[in-house]
């Protein structure tokens, strides 16, 4: 169980990472 929780965590965290990664590399990416 503590292996399924850590491995979500650390899921969650990549993904918000390479989200923040990507909106920041590129911020003229929305017309708006």
Known sequence: MKI??????????FTAIRFTAVQDKNPNSLPQ
Not at 4 to 13: C, E, K, P, T
């Open 4 to 13: 399924y929780l850590m491995v979500l965590m650390i899921s969650a965290l």
